[in-house]
């Protein structure tokens, strides 16, 4: 139990909250702010490091991942700083993964260059749409112009370039999608994250929702055909479906998103952010206080956490299904069992294998395309006592 991250790895994410602006269908913790002290930030984020690295010491790092908010606004000598104490405070290892989430609205090539010589490998780009009528619907401050821009100074720039879409968008049509997603993969290098438009209460798409203003929104059976279009196309194109909303050429899937879903152990650093540790035998689920303005000043007085608490065996294991039946490679079973004590119920797997939602090969339960696009109600299905 005390080795079972190991299995997924160790990875740091750091989470920059502030934005040029708010999308509307954002639930993330993103903040419009007109004026940032990012060198006292950056202090914060150092004394953080120092103090989450004296829990895990002589842990290899295998990723870090600067998400947000737009971590594109940060200053290029601040990412440059975080990293360089980074290499002080972990061993990292020979092929770590350093990603950085950028909008091609604060893009330009000088900024990438920077962002490149302070050790970012791979950008993943927020493009979100290639027509600017959506863009504008989807509240996006750059147009599609900018976006072709931003992605070629980042092609040039970096190795491992990645860019999400959004589909199911108001009033898309099946063979919009169809044409939108081929003219994506024309561009993309190596990976590519698609998610359907989920309208998420508190965000001002679900306010508009729920007094029945959002209109054009597509009906199940529609979106269904587009996640299935999806896979179709990006298989073709060589884009494998390695992750239920992720696509890439083989070998260049997003190594800290397996950390995730693979159910390693991974540090949260910056306001909000959330960590799974496995500290002194046992795992510990830690979020961190979720204001920007109070996250500051506790990380500066020594410590940015709001909440830690244990995660129980049962909890483990629902947790490690969740997140495994995401991916194609599917979850061991032994490790299943391992975390819960207990092997999953014979019966309820024979069923979903019987009705073709999940196949089992030797120790690896995989979930079909068929579950797939049931997931909740087949991790349900699992998961019943």
């Avoid at 370039?161 to 919009?176: E, K, M």
């Avoid at 961190?288 to 500066?300: F, H, I, M, V």
Wanted: with cysteine; proline share 3%; aromatic share 8%.
């Amino acid at each position: 139990m005390s080795d079972d991250w190991q299995n997924g790895g160790f990875g740091l994410y750091i989470h920059w909250p502030f934005c040029q602006a708010k999308c509307p269908y954002c639930d993330f913790n993103s903040h419009v702010s007109q004026k940032i002290d990012q060198f006292r930030w950056l202090r914060a984020y150092l004394t953080e490091l120092d103090r989450v690295a004296t829990e895990t010491t002589g842990r290899v790092l295998n990723t870090v991942f600067f998400g947000g908010g737009t971590p594109s606004l940060m200053d290029p000598d601040v990412v440059a700083a975080i990293l360089e104490r980074i290499r002080v405070l972990w061993p990292t290892s020979n092929d770590i993964e350093i990603t950085l989430e950028a909008n091609p609205g604060s893009v330009e090539a000088g900024r990438f260059a920077a962002y490149r010589d302070g050790g970012v490998n791979r950008i993943s780009m927020g493009i979100q749409a290639l027509n600017d009528r959506d863009l504008h619907r989807l509240g996006r401050i750059h147009s599609v112009a900018e976006a072709r821009q931003a992605f070629d100074i980042a092609r040039k720039t970096f190795d491992r370039v990645s860019f999400d879409l959004i589909y199911a968008r108001q009033d898309q049509t099946l063979d919009d999608w169809r044409s939108e997603l081929s003219e994506a993969l024309a561009m993309a290098i190596d990976h590519l994250s698609l998610y359907q438009l989920t309208i998420e209460q508190g965000t001002a798409f679900g306010d508009r929702y729920n007094r029945g203003k959002l209109r054009g929104l597509p009906e199940d059976d529609l979106a269904a055909d587009m996640y299935e279009v999806t896979q179709d196309i990006c298989a073709k194109a060589g884009m494998l479906p390695y992750e239920v909303s992720n696509y890439a050429a083989l070998g260049s899937e997003s190594r800290h998103n397996q950390i995730y879903w693979r159910y390693g152990d991974y540090a949260g650093i910056g306001p909000g952010a959330h960590a799974r540790l496995t500290l002194n035998g046992a795992r510990q689920a830690i979020e961190n206080w979720r204001n920007p303005a109070k996250w500051l000043d506790t990380a500066e007085a020594g410590n940015g956490e709001n909440l830690r608490e244990g995660v129980s065996r049962d909890e483990q294991a629902a947790e490690f299904l969740l997140m495994g039946l995401r991916l194609s490679e599917g979850v061991s079973l032994a490790r299943y069992e391992a975390l819960a004590g207990r092997p999953l119920k014979g019966d309820r797997v024979d069923t979903l294998t019987d009705l073709g939602m999940i196949s089992v090969e030797a120790d690896r339960m995989c979930v079909q395309p068929k579950g797939r696009m049931v997931l909740n109600s087949v991790l349900a299905e699992l998961l019943v006592t």
